[in-house]
Structures are given as structure tokens and as C-alpha cells.
């Protein structure tokens, strides 16, 4: 069984997990921006839909 600490120790590894992390927080950053962005357009076509519906069912109905 090889001794697990080497990894920790070996600067290229430690560089290679730095910028591992970075990406990692960029992602968490970016994701959220995303599914706000996703939720406000879901919500604007849900409007838009229902205001069409209306307006149909308001012609219909002349």
C-alpha cells in the first residue's frame, strides 16, 4: 500500500487541485446566474401564454 501523502506533497498535483478549485468556484458562480436567468424567462413566457389565452378566449367570445 502506497503511503497516500505523496499526492499533497507533489506541487504539480497541488497546482493541477488549485486550478481544479478555481474552475470549481467559477461553475458555482456561474450555474446560479443561469437558473435565475432560466426562471425569468419560464416566468415571462408563462405570462405571455396566459395573456395570449385570454385575448383568444376574449375574441371567441365577440
Do not use: C, G
Not at 458555482?28 to 385570454?54: C, D, G
Request: hydrophobic share 35%; proline share 5%; net charge positive.
Amino acid at each position: 500500500m502506497q503511503n497516500p501523502k505523496w499526492k499533497f506533497e507533489d506541487p504539480l498535483w497541488k497546482m493541477e487541485n488549485q486550478k481544479w478549485k478555481l474552475e470549481h468556484q467559477k461553475w458555482n458562480f456561474i450555474v446560479p446566474l443561469w437558473k435565475i436567468k432560466a426562471s425569468k424567462m419560464e416566468e415571462q413566457y408563462q405570462r405571455l401564454h396566459t395573456e395570449t389565452t385570454i385575448q383568444r378566449r376574449m375574441m371567441k367570445k365577440e
